[in-house]
């Protein structure tokens, strides 16, 4: 065997084992790179005879074609053979069953749904939302809205009180939705319809009081706005949200002092066992709060009471849930409960609206 054919053997042997592209690429290196052994047998070629150069020259420049020819080769192999260890282990079995994703899982919770509902019936009648702070001042949860200082309604809201600051004055958690309606009438000229769901806070708890609960608030101001259209905007919002042809509502004088008349408003029902059924029967449920804007509290919002009136209302947010969808007993609300939300929750791509149904 000459030295040539020595060294190809050799050569071939270890294209052969070169196991994956990176070996292949050292032998490529030690053979047809700058110091490699094919080269190396080519520098030979300088100190030869002219004869001895055309026949050593052309064995050894088709040693480094064979060479190539036998590297490329080798690497196209291990190429498809990379390829098909990859597809093997990146196997999909679209036979499994598709897990469940956030959509399928996830659900909103019934007073979310409430608040979304209530927003598009309302946002129907032309109303927009307003917010406010749920840390209130003194002031736009009680004075302003015309309740006397020492009047006993501030400890019937069972207040949470912050602690006091320098000055004496205290910063409190709302006690519910009504300081929306003087921030509201301080930054916006009439006419004015607005509702504002929000969060509130009283020091109480039983099956259908949690400290914590939601009320949203309505209220429309303008120049001739009467109880009439009170009457008309409550009623339609309770057969749109009970999802009934008609309701039988009941106004009970009352009193709150920033309304003036105040009512409590009652909605027809059926009680059987537990199940109370609205839009039927004989029976009477409370739901609600409302009344004429005092005009003491159009005037400390800075409008003038002789060219301004109108009506708000306030309601419980939780409760008309429970009614609705017949949870009995508020304080599950609030629990974060996974087993009570996927009862109870509704799935996150069924928007209520009025056109599509509130409840589908
Ligand atoms: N803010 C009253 C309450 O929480 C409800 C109410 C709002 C009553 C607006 C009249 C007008 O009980």
Redesign the pocket.
């Known amino acids: 065997m000459t030295d040539i054919e020595q060294l190809e053997a050799s050569i071939l042997d270890d294209i052969h084992a070169a196991a994956d592209e990176a070996a292949l690429e050292s032998v490529r290196v030690a053979t047809l790179g700058k110091q490699g052994s094919v080269s190396a047998l080519l520098k030979t070629l300088g100190a030869m005879s002219p004869d001895e150069r055309r026949t050593r020259g052309a064995a050894i420049n088709a040693l480094k074609d064979r060479v190539g020819l036998a590297i490329a080769d080798r690497k196209a192999v291990l190429k498809d053979a990379a390829l098909d260890a990859r597809l093997a282990r990146e196997t999909v079995d679209i036979t499994l069953p598709v897990r469940p994703g956030p959509l399928a899982e996830g659900r909103i919770h019934p007073v979310s749904q409430v608040i979304d509902e209530i927003t598009a019936i309302f946002t129907d009648m032309g109303f927009s939302v307003a917010e406010g702070p749920d840390i209130e001042t003194d002031h736009y949860n009680f004075t302003a809205l015309n309740f006397p200082p020492d009047h006993p309604a501030r400890e019937m809201h069972d207040t949470f009180f912050l602690k006091p600051k320098q000055d004496g004055s205290r910063l409190l958690l709302r ?4 300081p929306v309606q003087v921030r509201t009438m301080e930054r916006e000229k009439p006419p004015i319809r607005i509702i504002a769901p929000g969060r509130t806070y009283r020091c109480d708890s039983d099956a259908t009081h949690t400290p914590m609960f939601h ?1 949203v ?1 309505g209220l429309v101001i303008d120049e001739t706005t009467h109880f009439g259209h009170l009457k008309w905007v409550l009623e339609e919002f309770l057969k749109a949200f009970f999802e009934v042809d008609e309701v039988k509502t009941r106004f009970r004088p009352s009193f ?1 002092p ?2 003036e008349p ?1 009512m409590e408003v009652d909605v027809g029902c059926k009680r059987s066992g537990s199940e109370i059924r609205i839009g039927e029967g004989d029976d009477w449920l409370e739901i609600l ?3 004429m804007v005092h005009p003491n509290v159009i005037r400390s919002a800075g409008l003038d009471p002789d060219r301004y009136q109108g009506f ?3 309601m419980g947010i939780d409760r008309i849930a429970m009614l609705k969808y017949g949870m009995p007993d508020l304080r599950a609300f609030f629990d974060a409960d996974v087993r009570w939300l996927r009862h109870y929750g509704f799935r996150p791509l069924d928007l209520p609206s009025l056109y599509g149904g509130l409840t589908s």
């Open positions: 006690t519910h939705t009504s009320q608030e709150f920033f309304t105040s709060g409302c009344g708000a209302f306030g």
